[in-house]
């Protein structure tokens, strides 16, 4: 019987699982950095001293704006003085001239200034500049609270505690840390771990609605375009700071249905709001909902934006995708080449598709790419490593034929095997085969009968002869064991 390479039967398709990520037991629950001080810098001829840390500068680089003023709410702040982004217009007289001022002295420092204007005349020549709107709003009385907010942060450790707490797996204790963190500051580490805390039941009763509205406050923090996007690096493509952790919570709740009804339309506005953040992979989760109409209307265009926009910025994932849709002509105009260009980039991310992609390219001189076998079985072989299951039947009729690789029965039945409890269609018959006729090990009839069966249901269109040419074989034994492998009792 032939030994198939390529996908030939139809193929098997997996449900995707998206469990709901497991509370991470680091020091900051996301892998970022904790958001507990703020960044500071000595300023004058020579180091201040260490004992006399109000000196050091408040940095604005640390701030939104100046607009969270209005019937303020502490629990808003994700880090104190987040509206200070904008001094860095401010004059020399007021500050440093970078934007920077001192807790002690939040109006302005008279001792390095001799040409002190009044925090009046300041404000007017400000007033004078483009940016008047962006910072008219920050008065005296603005940065006399953003001093003292700074005094508070600087001396505070419950954040610090409530890790430790939580390290030490005190979990009442955590809990109520988080919680007084949160109040005090509005750190969004705090609540992030409130919301995992009451998702997962630890230090208290599991409650999801109250942890979908610690997520919540975490989520709706008000969001500067130009300043807070998430940052990307395709070398670490699924890194995501607080805010996209809780935003992707919030849509894994919904998607899934986590202790609430399951709601895809919520889904979707959700992983629209990472997306929007910045977080590149939920713009490819995106992209899916519209291409397949989950959680609303199909989109195909819309799902090709974000495809494209995802994978310009470098997500392997969203390059494959893209790739998949220029092949198909499927919301765009069908090119072969650009398809294959795509394919590469996802490839050179390590996207398994890809990598099998490019090397059936190679392999047979198509999408604008020549036939060079040499180069397809590299593909194959990082693909197979990867788990690909076509690329692990392919290195198996490499070994199987010898082409490519010395011919070694026993190791092609071996890669067949992990591509057919894959579901690999070919690579079932193909087991089978080897199975039925003892290539690469002993004759096992009943096992060639079970993977015949298999591929069958899987659809491979030899599967039929090759179990009518097994009936002769089978002893009464090998139907029972084949029997009891196929139909198991409950």
């Known amino acids: 019987m032939h030994i198939f390479r390529h996908l030939t039967g139809a193929t098997v398709l997996a449900a995707l699982c998206l469990p709901l990520p497991a509370l991470s037991q680091n020091s900051t629950a996301t892998g970022a950095p904790s958001d507990t001080t703020a960044e500071v810098t000595i300023v ?79 404000e007017n020549s400000v007033m004078s500049s483009d ?85 919540k406050a975490v989520a709706n923090i008000p969001f500067n375009p130009q300043k807070d996007r998430h940052g990307f690096d395709p070398e ?51 992209a899916s909902m519209y291409e ?22 470098g997500y392997g994932p969203a390059q494959y995708n893209l790739g998949r849709l220029y092949e198909a002509g499927d919301g765009v105009t069908s090119d072969q080449e650009l398809a294959s260009g795509w394919y590469q980039e996802a490839a050179k991310n390590g996207h398994a598709e890809a990598l099998y992609k490019m090397a059936h390219r190679y392999d047979l001189g198509e999408g604008g790419l020549p036939h060079n076998p040499e180069t397809a079985l590299v593909y194959y072989k990082e693909a197979a490593i990867k788990g690909q299951p076509d690329a692990l039947n392919a290195i198996g009729a490499s070994f199987y034929s010898g082409e490519g690789l010395d011919k070694d029965p026993f190791a092609a039945r071996k890669w067949f095997e992990q591509a057919a409890l894959r579901g690999q269609p070919d690579a079932m018959f193909n087991l089978g085969v080897m199975l039925m006729n003892g290539e690469g090990g002993n004759v096992d009839n009943a096992m060639a009968y079970v993977w015949f ?16 040419a097994m009936e002769p074989k089978l002893t009464v034994e090998d ?12």
């Open 44 to 122: 004058g001829k020579k180091a201040l001293p260490s004992t006399d840390p109000k000196e050091l500068m408040i940095s604005p680089n640390i701030s939104r704006s100046c607009a969270f003023m209005d019937d303020y709410n502490p629990n808003q702040d994700d880090v104190m003085l987040n509206y200070l982004q904008s001094f860095g217009h401010l004059e020399s007289e007021y500050n440093d001239g970078t934007g920077r001022f001192r807790e002690s002295s939040p109006y302005g420092d008279v001792s390095r200034n001799p040409n002190y204007q009044s925090t009046t005349d300041v």
């Open 131 to 215: 940016d008047t709107a962006t910072i008219s709003s920050c008065g005296p009385a603005d940065r006399a609270f953003a001093a003292g907010r700074n005094f508070i942060q600087r001396n505070d450790t419950t954040l610090r505690d409530a890790f430790t707490a939580f390290d030490a797996e005190d979990y009442p204790a955590a809990l109520k840390l988080f919680k007084a963190a949160w109040d005090k500051i509005g750190y969004q580490n705090a609540a992030f771990m409130l919301g995992k805390m009451h998702l997962m039941g630890m230090g208290t009763e599991k409650n999801t609605p109250e942890a979908i509205k610690w997520f």
């Open 236 to 286: 670490n493509p699924d890194y995501m700071d607080v805010r996209a952790d809780a935003i992707t919570t919030l849509a894994r709740i919904y998607m899934t249905g986590h202790d609430v009804p399951k709601d895809s339309a919520e889904a979707r506005k959700w992983y629209q709001k990472a997306e929007y953040i910045g977080f590149v992979p939920a713009g490819n989760t995106v």
């Open 292 to 313: 397949s109409g989950y959680g609303g209307p199909k989109d195909i265009k819309r799902a090709f934006k974000s495809y494209e926009q995802a994978a310009k910025l």
């Open 453 to 468: 069966n298999l591929a069958k249901q899987s659809g491979h269109e030899n599967a039929d002869a090759a179990l009518k």
């Open 479 to 490: 139907r029972a064991k084949a029997q009891n492998l196929l139909n198991p009792q409950a």
